[in-house]
């Protein structure tokens, strides 16, 4: 009786059209817990994907991308322009900023002071291998290279840091004009300028070690996306939320794709009620078996008590009555 009566395809079917979901769907989504729990998954998915970014096929597409780049970059009047207003901006500046700073820090290491020991050392060997007296003495003597190391570190140190303090620096001026110069002559189809630069770009690719830097890169980057996803109130969680509710309103803001929404839900509810309209019965057959024969009883009781209450008063009042008609019936027949 529930199943092919009460809760039949064409009783729900026709409750299903009475009500457009896309209201019910816009109504839920003002709460902003709804909200969260929808983008839980899509976060889920997210930080799924952003684990793919530790694997090594991953750092070997970017190292592949950034080599082809490279080598397709055109070298021509247009790059020249190019590096010509570049070299006029802020980022310029920054970047001659962030590069004097490295080198800097690079002349005060120990490293760079042992390795220039082992450079002085050799250069010593060989002028003395060529038949020179002089020099390779004085270049051979600990104190001699000690304090020549330690001049030139710190001068090249002390002018870089100036350099990136003082923006009329020499050093600055030198290097930005040199950089303009060669630009104004690759915009100018200088073919020694082109030269230069083409010869440059292939020492950058022959060179050029991008796999380590590129897995740093990416590892770093998995982690911060995991963090931030994993952080309910993250920018990156609030943004998926965001973006996610925004875009359903703005969807089903639509008259035409809200009825569209309305009439795919209709029909795909209707065909899977269809389908599978006998685990309704199933349900109800299953819930009755399961329950005892007491429980069932006080569950009925509880319901319709009342009313069976009402039935056996008048069943009784019924019988009563029937009861007198008969004896007087018999009385008046006697």
């Not at 070299?87 to 500046?93: L, P, R, V, W, Y």
């Not at 073919?191 to 380590?212: D, F, H, K, M, Y």
């Not at 990416?218 to 911060?224: I, M, S, V």
Request: with cysteine; net charge neutral.
């Amino acid at each position: 009786m529930i199943q092919d009566e009460w809760l039949s395809p064409d009783v729900i079917g026709t409750r299903l059209a009475r009500f457009a979901p896309s209201e019910l769907v816009v109504d839920w989504l003002r709460d902003p817990e709804h909200v969260e729990r929808l983008g839980g998954p899509l976060r889920d998915l997210l930080r799924g994907l952003a684990r793919m970014l530790g694997e090594a096929e991953v750092a070997e597409f970017v190292d592949r991308a950034i080599q082809h780049q490279l080598r397709d970059l055109p070298i021509d009047a247009s790059a020249g322009r190019w590096l010509a207003h570049a070299a006029t901006g802020e980022s310029a500046e920054a970047a001659f900023d962030s590069l004097a700073l490295s080198l800097a820090n690079l002349a005060e290491r120990p490293r760079t002071m042992h390795q220039l020991h082992w450079w002085l050392e050799r250069s010593a060997r060989t002028l003395r291998a060529e038949g020179k007296r002089l020099v390779p003495l004085f270049l051979r003597r600990k104190i001699v290279q000690r304090k020549i190391i330690e001049a030139a570190c710190g001068y090249a140190s002390a002018e870089l840091r100036s350099a990136v303090r003082d923006r009329r620096h020499p050093l600055r001026k030198v290097v930005f004009g040199a950089l303009q110069s060669f630009a104004a002559r690759l915009a100018a189809g200088d073919s020694t300028a082109r030269e230069q630069a083409e010869q440059l770009r292939q020492a950058i690719l022959e060179s050029l070690e991008a796999n380590p830097l590129v897995r740093e890169v990416l590892a770093r980057l998995r982690e911060q996306l995991e963090q931030d996803l994993e952080q309910p109130g993250g920018y990156l969680s609030e943004l998926v939320d965001r973006k996610l509710r925004a875009g359903i309103l703005e969807l089903l803001d639509d008259p035409q794709h809200r009825a569209t929404f309305d009439q795919w839900v209709r029909t795909t509810a209707n065909d899977l009620l269809r389908r599978h309209h006998h685990q309704i019965g199933l349900t109800v057959r299953e819930n009755l078996e399961a329950l005892e024969t007491d429980t069932l009883v006080r569950q009925i009781e509880d319901r319709v008590g009342a009313d069976l209450q009402f039935i056996r008063l008048n069943g009784a009042v019924v019988g009563g009555l029937i009861g007198v008609l008969l004896a007087i019936t018999r009385w008046l027949a006697v």
